[in-house]
């Protein structure tokens, strides 16, 4: 794990893992085999941005009418994803899309299903916050008076100040972040599969995972194709890096994508991008279903069946390595197997993850949880 030490270049070795402060002193969760994620200029890291964050994340006065929190959509049990096929927002609305997990999403490009120009965390907040299409948080219109509450709040008074010195009260620039960077800390690199790939814990994996590995990475299955690198997805971003890696696939799921979930052509309206949505991470991906852009599969056998088919319905922009394959029973379980060995319960029990606010807190009285 890197630690704050003395001097920014020292380094030191605790428990056979290498320990480096990062240049604003925050302390990265990190393993040392992880590079650190990008943080905005305007927004870097501190631990009082991310516990400031982390009270936000579960506040439901963030929404119209005091119902629906990030958390809402966003349950650190099952890496933040919710167990719905599509998220909910206030009044019950049904979104169009699958709540994504949020492990790791620092390193992540692109911070939406399917909208490219959605590349920083502290934007995209604006969406679940102000979207009316469909509604999620609908804070839209309500700002005065939700920045007003959290100014009267006795924690918020003391922890944007402390967060944010040049700002002494809650606005909109705070808020989003803050949210930032609760998300940035969100760091998921201790599953079995972790153990046992970069810590040398050769009895990590069970025999079947070990086997579903090497079947997960040949080319009869393609699965690595686009669920590749230490994310087990084609998206990818780390500090100082020159360039980013985004991948969006159409998997085959519809022979014409429904209008409330056209895929990147939304956005662009490229032809081409009809029905393409950003290739999600694989860790943890035992506890995030039901599983596509639209929670349309209910469990992973469901996923694997979805393209040992060749997909659904089939599309003109079908992703070309989706072609189908044999598989004995078996195998699929050994896949299975795999795929649940990256499973990090460190993290999804973490308590610097979890709500901190009191039970009958106004902040979390009204609201509606997964």
């Given amino acids: 794990m890197r630690r704050a030490v003395p001097f920014a270049a020292a380094l030191v070795i605790l428990s056979g893992a290498a320990f480096a402060l990062d240049d604003g002193g925050y302390d990265w969760p990190l393993p040392d085999w992880m590079p650190r994620p990008p943080v905005p200029d305007d927004n870097p890291m501190s631990t009082a941005r991310v516990e400031l964050g982390r009270h936000l994340f579960y506040d439901s006065r963030l929404s119209g009418d005091g119902t629906v929190a990030c958390a809402s959509c966003h349950d650190p049990a099952r890496a933040f994803t919710d167990g719905r096929k599509r998220a909910v927002g206030i009044h019950g609305t049904v979104g169009n899309l699958n709540a994504p997990s949020l492990a790791n999403v620092a390193y992540l490009p692109i911070n939406a299903w399917a909208n490219p120009h959605m590349t920083s965390l502290e934007f995209q907040a604006l969406v679940p916050l102000f979207g009316e299409a469909p509604d999620e948080m609908g804070a839209t219109g309500q700002e005065d008076r939700i920045f007003s509450l ?5 924690y918020y008074a003391e922890a944007f100040p402390q967060a944010f010195p040049d700002r002494q009260a809650p606005d909109l620039f705070a808020v989003t ?5 609760f998300q940035r800390s969100l760091m998921s690199f201790h599953s079995p599969y972790d153990r046992f790939k970069y810590g040398g814990d050769l009895e990590a994996l069970s025999d079947s995972a070990k086997r579903g590995e090497q079947l997960f990475f040949d080319h009869r299955f393609e699965c690595y194709h686009c669920h590749q690198g230490v994310l087990f997805t084609d998206n990818f971003q780390r500090e100082g890096s020159p360039w980013v890696e985004t991948g969006f696939h159409n998997t085959g799921l519809y ?12 956005i662009t309206g490229a032809p081409g991008d009809a029905g393409l949505f950003r290739t999600p991470s694989l860790r943890n991906v035992a506890v995030t279903a039901p599983y596509m852009h639209d929670g349309s599969i209910p469990d992973l056998r469901g996923v694997l069946a979805h393209y040992a088919n060749g997909g659904r319905e089939g599309h003109a922009n079908q992703d070309g390595m989706i072609v189908g394959f044999e598989a004995t029973e078996a195998e699929i379980a050994d896949i ?5 060995s990256l499973t990090d319960e460190t993290f999804l029990t973490n308590p610097d993850h979890a709500d901190p606010w009191p039970e009958n807190h106004p ?3 009204n609201r509606a949880d997964p």
Wanted: charged letters at 25%; hydrophobic letters at 45%.
């Fill in 336 to 340: 299975m197997a795999f795929l649940e």
């Fill in 255 to 266: 022979s014409d994508y429904p209008a409330n979930a056209p895929g990147r052509i939304e």
């Fill in 177 to 181: 972040r803050a949210l930032g960077a």
């Fill in 150 to 154: 959290l100014a009267d709040d006795p």
């Fill in 363 to 365: 902040a979390r009285i």
